[in-house]
């Protein structure tokens, strides 16, 4: 029978890319991480490691995925049943898009300190694209992201819905308005994400609806990036509500565009692992704060009704 061990050390290898570094790793010596991994793959029949290029082969991978979540669930259990005696303890792993961390992460770190002191928050700031694979690698606890995530490794239940604005300077004719429509919009030459990103595809296909082309100033990869060079006087830029919190100095204004989509963001999680008592309580304490303060947030609409009830997550492959 395989040994939890012996698939901690398969981890270790895959993770340092080789049995010296995951000796290190595991504070032991490259003879025992050797051994662990011989007795394993003759227990499997395959061989798991590549040697010469010091990385998985595909049964290895396949292993590797199934220890992932053992390790999740084995770790579950201690979390679970130490909420059950006293405070949560334990670490969860959240990953958040930047934009949505900008008003999100501080009121959530402040939350969870001080109901559960004991239970350590860790933030990874990514895009949807690198936070999906971590969560399907077990490496992440939970995930905001923008909506839909079509992976049907992936559960999502619906947080906020944000409108898209264009931020312009106050001396600008787009800044004169209370909102623009699109059409209207497309007589100027603005900022945009690059053409192949989400955010781009999403308002490429609202203009088409409307049968106007929107008129690129520049083309910028990256949402904060992008807001950047619209305060300091570039050109006006097409962003998401949340990428303007907090970082609109005087004499700009957020003009909401009509007849674009509202952006979509929800939590993801792996479907195929049962969440721990400690990230059910900050995606708790996450539902929370967007009901609390999307009232406060200029273009940001909490999307389901907070209830007593956990979280209610749906599959992602689902219509």
Known sequence: MMDVR??????AVAEHQSFSAAAQALHTV???VSA???RLEHEAGATLIDRARRCLTPEGQVVADRARRIQVELQAISDDLASMRANLTGTVTVGVIGTTARWIVPLVL???GRLHESLEVVILD?????LVPLLVQNRLDLAVVNLPVEDPDIETAELFSEDRVVIASEDHELAQRDRIDLAELARHEILLPPKGT??????????RRVRVELRSRAEIDGLRLLASLAFAGFAPALLPASATHGASPEGWRSVRVDRLSPRLVGL???RRTMPAAPPRAVADAIRRIVHRESANQPHIHAVEALSPQPVAYRSSHLP
């Open 36 to 38: 662990h991994i011989s």
């Open 126 to 130: 990514a895009t949807t694209t690198s």
């Open 30 to 32: 490259q003879s025992n």
């Open 110 to 112: 402040d939350e969870v």
């Open 198 to 207: 989400a955010f781009r595809d999403e308002i490429d296909t609202d203009a």
């Open 268 to 270: 993801a999680r792996n």
């Open 6 to 11: 012996q698939l901690n050390v398969l981890l």
